[in-house]
């Protein structure tokens, strides 16, 4: 079965098309390019460049945030709208499970997105034959996500976040991994939804929503 996965929920998104536990193609889209204007057509264009059709799609698999709050709502419209167009299944997984899938740690990791505003989101998965959550997805302090790791010589940190939080983590004797470890990408969303579907499935495609986390600044805005 073909299946498409997709995440924009960091500036940096991606694309990827797999079959039967291959990946077929995958594609990196700029910082200016994570707008639906420029998503469809790449989707479209990687699709044609493995000789298959759009409606040969079986499954979208998306990543469904926390992140960019206009970047998750671009691919959960996207996701959808091809689900709609093609009956394919809908599969979606947090972004921050994605970071966790691509670390290609085994153990228990932290996966952690800047949150902005002196939060971070994160999440704690254990990762290896299985994989399963242990906390979170949550928007708070990182000096509280830090305290949720405990003992920290059993965690490694797959993070986008700011150098000083990441040497944070080093000295409290968290296991860091590379900058490049803390991006989501679609190829780690092929992953999970063929290690762990039933974790993914969405039962009811036309009322499922992202997960935002926390409201976004114009919500909070219009609770005052």
């Not at 709502?73 to 979606?92: Q, W």
């Not at 966790?100 to 990762?127: E, F, M």
């Not at 979170?136 to 996500?145: K, M, Q, T």
């Not at 579907?197 to 986390?213: C, K, M, N, Q, S």
Request: charged residues 20%; aromatic residues 6%; hydrophobic residues 45%.
């Amino acid at each position: 079965m073909l299946t498409l996965g997709l995440d924009t929920s960091t500036p940096t998104g991606s694309i990827a098309l797999g079959l039967e536990g291959r990946v077929l193609a995958e594609s990196r889209l700029s910082v200016r390019a994570v707008h639906s204007e420029s998503v469809l057509p790449e989707i479209d264009r990687l699709v044609e460049s493995t000789g298959c059709n759009p409606a040969d799609i079986g499954r979208v698999v998306v990543g469904s945030g926390p992140g960019s709050f206009t970047g998750v709502r671009i691919a959960a419209a996207l996701a959808k709208g091809i689900r709609a167009a093609t009956g394919a299944e809908l599969f979606a997984f947090s972004s921050l499970a994605a970071i966790a899938a691509g670390s290609k740690t085994h153990g228990r990791v932290c996966a952690a997105i800047d949150a902005r505003r002196g939060q971070v989101y994160a999440a704690g998965y254990s990762v290896g034959a299985g994989f399963s959550q242990e906390f979170g997805p949550v928007a708070e302090p990182f000096d509280e996500v830090l305290a949720r790791l405990e003992p920290p010589e059993e965690w490694t940190l797959a993070a986008a976040i700011p150098q000083p939080l990441r040497q944070q983590a080093d000295r409290v004797g968290v296991n860091v991994l590379p900058p490049a470890a803390g991006e989501p990408t679609a190829t780690s969303l092929l992953d999970l939804v063929g290690l762990v579907p039933e974790l993914g499935f969405v039962e009811h495609p036309e009322a499922w929503e992202p997960g935002y986390v926390r409201a976004s600044s114009a919500e909070r805005e219009l609770a005052r």
